[in-house]
């Protein structure tokens, strides 16, 4: 018996370090799309042009019209990019179903956050620290952001219903084997 309780935690140590390299792994392959996402975010969206007018950046109407339009283009890739990770890691990395799903969470919030600092990186400098110095009447592009906290659900809620529909729709188990055994006769 005392042979058994040495052994024990041994194998379970040895089980337990392929479920945190999945964990591990499934972060970063959230971190990596939410840079990927982040370059698409950038190249799908155009920049509104505004004026300087006593070192003050304003934009018109058009303006904020696109303001609202990199918010919804960041929505939209980043519940794509979500949705395709969700369902990557529900295919090929679901040895612990609880653990690839608090993974996935992880990681999606770290992919959006990443996303943005990607996208705005990426995009023209901030106009407003810009027109502190320019000359009046200086054409400037505005900088790529987003407007408020919620947009920065849409990574973790495509990536939760990826995966949800993988492991939910595709399950490892047979129909006879949740049901019971086949009826004989």
Do not use: N
């Amino acid at each position: 018996m005392p042979e058994q309780l040495t052994e024990e935690p041994a194998t379970r140590s040895r089980a337990v370090v392929p479920v945190v390299a999945q964990a591990g792994i499934v972060v970063a392959v959230c971190a990596v799309a939410g840079a990927l996402a982040g370059v698409v975010w950038e190249w799908w969206w155009t920049p509104p042009m505004g004026v300087v007018i006593h070192h003050e950046w304003l934009v018109g109407l058009s303006g904020l019209r696109s303001e609202f339009t990199a918010t919804g283009l960041y929505v939209v890739v980043a519940s794509v990019a979500g949705l395709l990770v969700g369902v990557l890691c529900g295919l090929f990395l679901d040895r612990a179903e609880l653990v690839t799903l608090a993974a996935v969470l992880v990681g999606a919030l770290l992919a959006g956050w990443i996303m943005v600092q990607v996208g705005h990186a990426l995009g023209p400098p901030d106009p407003r620290q810009i027109a502190e110095t320019a000359p009046e009447r200086t054409r400037l592009p505005s900088d790529l952001r987003i407007a408020g906290k919620s947009p920065y659900v849409a990574f973790p809620a495509g990536a939760t219903l990826g995966l949800a529909v993988v492991l939910l729709g595709f399950t490892k188990r047979h129909a006879g084997d949740i049901s019971g055994p086949a009826p004989t006769g």
